[in-house]
T-cell receptor
Framework: EAQVTQNPRYLITVTGKKLTVTCSQNMNHEYMSWYRQDPGLGLRQIYYSMNVEVTDKGDVPEGYKVSRKEKRNFPLILESPSPNQTSLYFC?????????????????FGAGSRLTVL | LAKTTQPISMDSYEGQEVNITCSHNNIATNDYITWYQQFPSQGPRFIIQGYKTKVTNEVASLFIPADRKSSTLSLPRVSLSDTAVYYCLVGVSGGYNKLIFGAGTRLAVHP
C-alpha cells in the first residue's frame, strides 16, 4: 500500500530533550515536506526537500532540523524542544514532477504525530 | 506568493450541494489548484486538482474561471461524513516548493 509512515504517533517529552520524528514513504517520491498544525492556524510548512541532500526552509523552520540522506526518509529533528513546539505534525510527499506538471503537488500525508513538550 | 483566501466556516444540511470558493489573485501561469479534505486528527486527503475550466471526479467538481483568480469546490449532495476542513492549495510562483496552505474552510453538515 502506498503510504507515508510517521513515528511516533504520540509523544510527551520535556523541554530540552532532543527528539526525532521519523517519516518514510514507499512511493519513490522526490518531494517531501513537514508541516505543523495548530488550532486556528491551519497547516504551516516547516521544511521541505526537493530530493536527496536538497532541503530548504518553509515558513516556520526555527527550532527544527531535517535531513534527506535517502529518498524515502525525511526525519524531523528537534534539538532542544520547547513548549511552543507542542503541536500536531504531518509529513507529506509528492511525486515532484516539476513545476506545472499535473500531479506534481498532489501531496500524500502521513497520519500525524502529536507532540507535547512539557 | 500565491496566497489563498477561503471562508472560515460553512454550514449545510444533508443532501444539499455545497460550494466553497477560494481566492488566489496571484496565481502563476503554471500553477495548478488542488483541494484537500481533512478530518480531525488525520492528515489531509487529496480531493481534486485542476488548471482551468471544470474538472469532475467521483467525489467533487472544481470550477475555475478564465482568469483563474478563484476556484470553487462543489460537493454534490453532502452527507454527515463530509463534515471536515477543506483546504485550497496553489503552487507558489516560480516553483512548487513551498506549497502554502490557507486556513481552510470548516464545513459542518447537519442532519
Amino acid at each position: 500500500e502506498a503510504q507515508v509512515t510517521q513515528n511516533p504517533r504520540y509523544l510527551i517529552t520535556v523541554t530540552g530533550k532532543k527528539l526525532t520524528v521519523t517519516c518514510s514513504q514507499n512511493m519513490n517520491h522526490e518531494y517531501m515536506s513537514w508541516y505543523r498544525q495548530d488550532p486556528g492556524l491551519g497547516l504551516r510548512q516547516i521544511y521541505y526537500s526537493m530530493n536527496v541532500e536538497v532541503t530548504d526552509k518553509g515558513d516556520v523552520p526555527e527550532g527544527y532540523k531535517v535531513s534527506r540522506k535517502e529518498k524515502r526518509n525525511f526525519p524531523l529533528i528537534l534539538e532542544s524542544p520547547s513548549p511552543n513546539q507542542t503541536s500536531l505534525y504531518f509529513c507529506a510527499s509528492s511525486p515532484g514532477l516539476g513545476q506545472g506538471a499535473l500531479g506534481a503537488n498532489v501531496l500524500t500525508f502521513g497520519a500525524g504525530s502529536r507532540l507535547t513538550v512539557l | 506568493l500565491a496566497k489563498t483566501t477561503q471562508p472560515i466556516s460553512m454550514d449545510s444540511y444533508e443532501g444539499q450541494e455545497v460550494n466553497i470558493t477560494c481566492s488566489h489573485n496571484n496565481i502563476a501561469t503554471n500553477d495548478y489548484i488542488t483541494w484537500y479534505q481533512q478530518f480531525p486528527s488525520q492528515g489531509p486527503r487529496f480531493i481534486i486538482q485542476g488548471y482551468k475550466t471544470k474538472v469532475t471526479n467521483e467525489v467533487a467538481s472544481l470550477f475555475i474561471p478564465a482568469d483563474r483568480k478563484s476556484s470553487t469546490l462543489s460537493l454534490p449532495r453532502v452527507s454527515l461524513s463530509d463534515t471536515a476542513v477543506y483546504y485550497c492549495l496553489v503552487g507558489v510562483s516560480g516553483g512548487y516548493n513551498k506549497l502554502i496552505f490557507g486556513a481552510g474552510t470548516r464545513l459542518a453538515v447537519h442532519p
